[in-house]
């Protein structure tokens, strides 16, 4: 059974941080590309970010491009987004994804005001 389970998320200052991370079970981590995306209140699901499978290769949202990095430990069989310079815009539930499995987690919310 695959699970993902995403966590780090809360309330941010414009321009300030924060670290998700999405712990994996129930599949073989390290031979599966790996993706977060959001959803804003109101509107649909986006993808921000994703890493190959050995973490050889990132790719990115243009909006997120520079201010956030999505890394992975295949060890901990967990991937991580570090968003820096968060901004208003920023404000969705975020989720960890599987892409090739179609597998989700169960999001975490992100807020970012003042």
């Known amino acids: 059974q695959v699970v993902l389970v995403e966590s780090g998320g809360g309330l941010a200052q414009p321009g300030g941080s924060l670290r998700l991370s999405c712990a994996a079970s129930?599949?073989?981590?390290?031979?599966?590309?790996m993706s977060w995306a959001r959803q804003a209140p109101g509107k649909g699901l986006e993808w921000v970010a994703g890493?190959?499978?050995?973490?050889?290769?990132?790719f990115y949202e243009d909006s997120v491009k520079d201010r956030f990095t999505i890394s992975r430990d295949n060890a901990k069989n967990t991937v991580y987004l570090q968003m820096n310079n968060l901004k208003p815009d920023d404000t969705a539930v975020y989720y960890c994804?599987?892409?090739?499995?179609?597998?989700w987690g169960q999001g975490t919310q992100v807020t970012v005001s003042s």
């Open positions: 890493i190959y499978s050995d973490g050889s290769g990132t």
């Open positions: 994804h599987v892409p090739a499995g179609n597998w």
């Open positions: 129930g599949f073989t981590f390290n031979t599966w590309a």
